[in-house]
């Protein structure tokens, strides 16, 4: 009971405190409060974050380097297993075991011109093999290291084994790094014995896993009883580090508590018992978070230091009498916005009151803005409305032409007048800033066969649209322009008698929408073609398209020139895909 009340005086006391501090510091205070805690957080959750990513990484890499050596061991393994098919189903081998040999030349030749030449021969096709042995209780004369008698080999431990399996069987021993293969060969007369024994060299044909990483890792391979077959490991001498033993990789109970300090990953199935383990300490996987560190610190101080300042900041403009603020405010509200504040002070009062001058101020200034712009708004359409008088007059104008060519039979400028009149009712149309695929290639047609009628026929036009754009929406007035510079920059240059090409294609690209102006006209040289969409070329109007549908699109949109001298030039308009609403 007393203990409680003691804590209950003493919180009645830290309030009473807290309370009596001036207000930039109760300010200050709680900011550090409010923001320690959740920085502090941060920076743990970031170091948490990098450590716990490195360490999935490494997992990553280690499965990856597992598999992949895992992959080149059974490799190593099939070559072994299938050099040994070769030797137990050879006939020239089964052959040579099976003959009767009345005299030593005859075993000679048969060694010199059968047995030799092809052991040989698997030597150069298996670089790993050492030493191919035949151990046969045969009568026949012993040869060297490859014709041996079976009582040699008849206390070997693995003897008895080889005569209760039908495949090979593996003998390996790290101790003494030995690698065989040994099977008995069962094509061979009749009450007698031939086991095939053919060892390996150990480090060659473990070779690959000292080279899995640079340093700081171990790999270890054991065989289906969890004897060792072969283990690697390289660790700096400074962090003292003992490779792990099978054991410790495959009891739960001691792979637990050695999780805690490895990444271990382990695979199966190799040689069809084997297991291959891979593992790297997890302090050397962290140590590249231990940089960041440092870094973290900094920040958390630098945003305490923030903290700080902005809360001191804060105290000194807050602290000011709410009710002169809150008078102001409401003549501003009744619409009063010529109110103005005097400041008889610096300290925070004073500022604030200046700043809401200010805010007035430029309300004001936004409010006058806005008036004038509205005036300006009003100006420019009283403008647009008067210059649409021209429009309807040029209108007027050719289809009185169109009328007198008709009653004069001058066909010619009556299509003239008609391409005129189409042409510019879409060039001339201020309403429409989009219009359909199909509306801007009628223009175009319109404006080619003005072209066509102003050269005598003198060039070809050919179209290969694709029906299914026609229904999309492309900004108006885009391909007149780069139809213009083809004929005027492109086959106006020909050479006489050949005919100018103009082709226009249009299709769909994924997304976008994809036409392509092409001519057969001198080309464009290098210099000029480089310059062609970012300098102010003279002769070729095409930039101003260029930027207009980078504003309207963004940068991966529009126009890309391509063109060989004497070859003629091709431009691509690239743009979205904006079906008709």
Same mark, same amino acid.
């Given at each position: 009971?007393?203990?409680?009340?003691?804590?209950?005086?003493?919180?009645?006391?830290?309030?009473?405190?807290?309370?009596?501090?001036?207000?930039?510091?109760?300010?200050?205070?709680?900011?550090?409060?409010?923001?320690?805690?959740?920085?502090?957080?941060?920076?743990?959750?970031?170091?948490?974050?990098?450590?716990?990513?490195?360490?999935?990484r490494?997992?990553?890499?280690?499965?990856?380097?597992?598999?992949?050596?895992?992959?080149?061991?059974?490799?190593?393994?099939?070559?072994?297993?299938?050099?040994?098919?070769?030797?137990?189903?050879?006939?020239?081998?089964?052959?040579?075991?099976?003959?009767?040999?009345?005299?030593?030349?005859?075993?000679?030749?048969?060694?010199?011109?059968?047995?030799?030449?092809l052991?040989?021969?698997?030597?150069?096709?298996?670089?790993?093999?050492?030493?191919?042995?035949?151990?046969?209780?045969?009568?026949?004369?012993?040869?060297?290291?490859?014709?041996?008698?079976?009582?040699?080999?008849?206390?070997?431990?693995?003897?008895?084994?080889?005569?209760?399996?039908?495949?090979?069987?593996?003998?390996?021993?790290?101790?003494?790094?030995?690698?065989?293969?040994?099977?008995?060969?069962?094509?061979?007369?009749?009450?007698?014995?031939?086991?095939?024994?053919?060892?390996?060299?150990?480090?060659?044909?473990?070779?690959?896993?000292?080279?899995?990483?640079?340093?700081?890792?171990?790999?270890?391979?054991?065989?289906? +009883?969890?004897?060792?077959i072969?283990?690697?490991?390289?660790?700096?001498?400074?962090?003292?580090?003992?490779?792990?033993?099978?054991?410790?990789?495959?009891e739960?109970?001691?792979?637990?508590?050695?999780?805690?300090?490895?990444?271990?990953?382990?695979?199966?199935g190799?040689?069809?018992?084997?297991?291959?383990f891979?593992?790297r300490?997890?302090?050397?996987?962290?140590?590249?978070?231990?940089?960041?560190?440092?870094?973290?610190?900094?920040?958390m101080?630098?945003?305490?230091?923030?903290?700080?300042?902005?809360?001191?900041?804060?105290?000194?403009?807050i602290?000011?009498?709410?009710?002169?603020?809150?008078?102001?405010?409401?003549?501003?509200?009744?619409?009063?916005?010529?109110?103005s504040?005097?400041?008889?002070?610096?300290?925070?009062?004073?500022?604030?009151?200046?700043?809401?001058?200010?805010?007035?101020?430029?309300?004001?200034?936004?409010?006058?803005?806005?008036?004038?712009?509205?005036?300006?708004?009003?100006?420019?359409?009283?403008?647009?409305?008067?210059?649409?008088?021209?429009?309807?007059?040029?209108?007027?104008?050719?289809?009185?032409?169109?009328?007198?060519?008709?009653?004069?039979?001058?066909?010619?400028?009556?299509?003239?007048?008609?391409?005129?009149?189409?042409?510019?009712?879409? +060039?001339?149309?201020?309403?429409?800033?989009?219009?359909?695929?199909?509306?801007?290639l009628?223009?175009?047609?319109?404006?080619?066969?003005?072209?066509?009628?102003?050269?005598?026929?003198?060039?070809?036009?050919?179209?290969?649209?694709?029906?299914?754009?026609?229904?999309?929406?492309?900004?108006?007035?885009?391909?007149?322009?780069?139809?213009?510079?083809?004929i005027?920059?492109?086959?106006?240059?020909?050479?006489?008698?050949?005919?100018?090409?103009?082709?226009?294609?249009?299709?769909?690209?994924?997304?976008?929408?994809?036409?392509r102006?092409?001519?057969?006209?001198?080309?464009i040289?290098?210099?000029?073609?480089?310059t062609?969409l970012?300098?102010?070329?003279?002769g070729?109007?095409?930039?101003?398209?260029?930027?207009?549908?980078?504003?309207?699109?963004?940068?991966?949109?529009?126009?890309?020139?391509?063109?060989?001298?004497?070859?003629g030039?091709t431009?691509?308009?690239?743009?979205?895909?904006?079906?008709?609403?």
């Amino acid at each position: 009971m007393t203990a409680r009340l003691l804590k209950k005086g003493t919180e009645v006391t830290m309030l009473r405190c807290f309370k009596n501090l001036e207000f930039s510091k109760k300010i200050l205070i709680i900011c550090l409060l409010v923001s320690f805690v959740p920085v502090f957080l941060l920076g743990i959750f970031c170091y948490h974050q990098v450590t716990t990513l490195l360490l999935n990484r490494e997992k990553d890499a280690l499965t990856e380097t597992l598999l992949q050596e895992s992959n080149n061991l059974n490799v190593k393994i099939t070559d072994y297993e299938n050099a040994m098919q070769y030797v137990l189903w050879n006939n020239n081998i089964i052959q040579a075991l099976s003959n009767d040999y009345n005299n030593n030349a005859d075993m000679f030749l048969t060694y010199r011109d059968t047995i030799d030449p092809l052991f040989t021969n698997i030597k150069l096709l298996y670089t790993d093999i050492i030493n191919i042995t035949l151990y046969t209780d045969i009568t026949i004369h012993p040869h060297g290291s490859i014709l041996r008698p079976l009582v040699e080999i008849q206390d070997c431990l693995w003897y008895k084994a080889v005569f209760q399996s039908t495949r090979p069987i593996w003998i390996t021993s790290m101790t003494d790094q030995t690698l065989a293969l040994v099977c008995r060969m069962l094509d061979v007369p009749a009450h007698t014995v031939t086991i095939v024994k053919i060892d390996f060299d150990y480090r060659k044909a473990f070779s690959s896993m000292d080279t899995l990483y640079e340093q700081s890792y171990g790999v270890l391979l054991t065989d289906g +009883a969890n004897i060792p077959i072969y283990q690697f490991y390289t660790f700096p001498e400074d962090q003292d580090q003992n490779p792990l033993v099978p054991e410790q990789l495959t009891e739960s109970s001691l792979f637990s508590k050695y999780q805690d300090d490895y990444v271990i990953e382990s695979v199966a199935g190799i040689c069809h018992d084997w297991k291959l383990f891979l593992y790297r300490p997890i302090r050397i996987i962290s140590e590249p978070a231990q940089i960041f560190l440092p870094v973290i610190l900094l920040i958390m101080l630098l945003c305490l230091a923030i903290v700080i300042l902005a809360s001191s900041f804060l105290s000194h403009m807050i602290v000011r009498p709410l009710k002169k603020l809150e008078e102001n405010m409401q003549l501003v509200e009744q619409g009063n916005y010529t109110v103005s504040i005097t400041a008889d002070s610096s300290d925070e009062i004073g500022n604030l009151n200046k700043s809401f001058t200010r805010m007035v101020d430029h309300i004001n200034h936004l409010i006058n803005e806005v008036l004038n712009e509205k005036v300006l708004q009003q100006k420019y359409e009283m403008q647009a409305l008067r210059a649409q008088v021209n429009p309807h007059f040029l209108y007027n104008s050719l289809s009185l032409i169109n009328s007198k060519a008709i009653l004069n039979d001058q066909k010619e400028i009556s299509e003239i007048a008609l391409f005129l009149s189409s042409f510019y009712r879409t +060039a001339l149309s201020k309403e429409e800033t989009l219009v359909p695929v199909r509306k801007e290639l009628e223009n175009i047609r319109s404006y080619i066969n003005i072209q066509s009628i102003m050269h005598s026929h003198s060039f070809d036009t050919n179209y290969d649209i694709e029906e299914e754009i026609l229904s999309c929406t492309m900004p108006n007035l885009l391909l007149q322009p780069l139809v213009e510079n083809a004929i005027l920059h492109g086959i106006d240059y020909v050479a006489k008698p050949e005919r100018g090409q103009l082709t226009i294609t249009g299709c769909q690209m994924e997304n976008t929408l994809v036409f392509r102006i092409s001519d057969n006209g001198p080309g464009i040289p290098l210099d000029k073609l480089s310059t062609l969409l970012t300098a102010d070329s003279k002769g070729y109007g095409v930039r101003s398209v260029h930027k207009r549908v980078q504003l309207l699109y963004g940068e991966h949109y529009g126009l890309q020139y391509k063109s060989a001298e004497e070859k003629g030039t091709t431009v691509t308009l690239t743009v979205p895909i904006k079906p008709i609403q």
